[in-house]
């Protein structure tokens, strides 16, 4: 079993992911791709007069603040928009994609974050109405009902409350729990950098192996998202994931780059 | 089996659709939920700059006119946001909903029309880059695996070509399609009005019975929109639907009503 996780910033490469998914889905790889949506999100959101909103926590994490309107933005773009034009891709490439959502089914649980504090010109602010969660569980025989049917889950980065709420989940989490949830061997998640740099932007520095004992280490070289990304890669492992593998999407055939050692190999 | 389909319009309520639907799943009834989403579709395209446009065909059928752009627009809207809002009212109402459109699994294959003809100011047009289709195919086995799992699917009007290609599909025929393909019951399509009606709009002429012989007759009633759903209904009674009821949307207990007679009852 493989998740693959792609990004959806700016100059990730969707037409190469899809097709090196595809030719290994076609040699017998079980997988699911999870993906993400936020810029999208933010520009979508100026579009229709809601812009974005990005608060800071205190221990540095940064994040969108999710009102209801906004949660609904990002549910059109991200369970709308990108997963049905990655399916839709999957499918021309003759592979039998099915897009969901973690709201769907209840296959993503989350757990909503009543307040979030946030830092602002230096102090901490107490923000209600968050419409953002954390995952607690995923419903592993659902995706494999639909893996043994043949198959492949693309997943949009929803979840749901135990009180019924749908919520704005970060999709590299969502990736490391699924990956977990499943068992799966490996959890690649790509982004526009080749890995985790010790100086990022300086490729030259690229780490192509951490142990998974040096995670916490390694999380003092990770710059903005990439903090998530680290935490997602410990979760991962922590659940039973043989190898974490940050990579990059911008090259040709992505994801089999990526088993075969290149970008940073997390096991 | 039931087959609902509730109409994206104004004045359509989505929360005693739903609860009514609830009550019914939660009594053991086995139902799958197909939504519109077209005049929110409206909105949002003029929002976002890309104002929706309409046809009108020779024999006049009026419907939108799809381009690639107004296609993702619609998936948003209909895939993205009223589906997750559907699934979501549902699982607070405790129903285990599970969002999906045509396009995922190949669940509705469609032929995409290569060219539409437009009547434009009395001559008629061809019309190209359209992304519409008509349903040829539902993929029963797949609905029915969801079904047995506990699931209530709830369906966005999206198919997807053989070539891999998005369509956007009429709800009222995909209800009326997928309502044929399961062999359900009863096909209850609610709109907001109480029926077909002898000289629309007055109420007191609803038509409160039509045997299916006489539904060729009966096209001559409807007006705008209603004359798909007479199609429709023709199609779904021809592929082994029991009854297929038109009903309002608008009262208490839609659903139930309908099923006890309310409306205008075809079979």
Redesign the interface.
């Known amino acids: 079993m493989l998740v693959v996780k792609i990004g959806g910033a700016a100059g990730n490469n969707m037409d190469t992911v899809c097709e090196d998914l595809a030719k290994l889905v076609r040699s017998g790889q079980e997988a699911v791709l999870v993906h993400g949506g936020s810029e999208e999100t933010n520009a ?1 959101s100026e ?3 809601h812009p974005p909103k990005f608060i800071t926590s205190p221990s540095g994490f940064t994040s969108r603040f999710t009102d209801r309107e906004t949660l ?1 933005i990002f ?7 990108i ?3 990655l ?2 891709r999957l ?3 003759g592979v ?6 973690g ?4 296959m993503m649980q989350a757990k909503r974050k009543e307040a979030v504090r946030a830092v602002e010109n230096g102090r901490v602010r107490l923000l209600h109405d968050d419409h953002t969660g954390t995952i607690q569980a995923v419903d592993a025989p ?1 995706l494999h ?2 893996i043994r ?1 043949g ?1 492949t889950p693309v997943v949009a980065p ?1 979840a ?1 409350s135990p ?4 919520l704005n989940v970060d999709a590299d989490r969502a990736a490391a729990m699924i990956a977990g949830a499943l068992k799966a061997e490996s959890l690649v998640i790509l982004t526009n950098v080749p890995g985790l740099m010790r100086r990022f932007p300086d490729e030259s520095t690229l780490m192509p192996k951490i142990e998974r004992s040096k995670l916490e280490e390694a999380l003092k070289f990770a710059e903005g998202r990439m903090k998530k990304k680290v935490l997602g890669a410990g979760e991962a492992l922590g659940e039973g994931v043989q190898r974490v593998i940050f990579a990059d999407s911008r090259i040709p055939a992505p994801i089999s780059s990526a088993l075969a050692g290149k970008g940073t190999v997390i096991s």
């Open positions: 979508v579009k229709l007069g609904e549910a059109m773009v991200t369970s709308g928009k997963n049905t034009i399916v839709e499918q021309k490439l039998n994609a099915f897009g969901l959502s709201v769907d089914g209840r659902l009902m639909l049917a198959l929803l749901i009180e019924g709420v749908a």
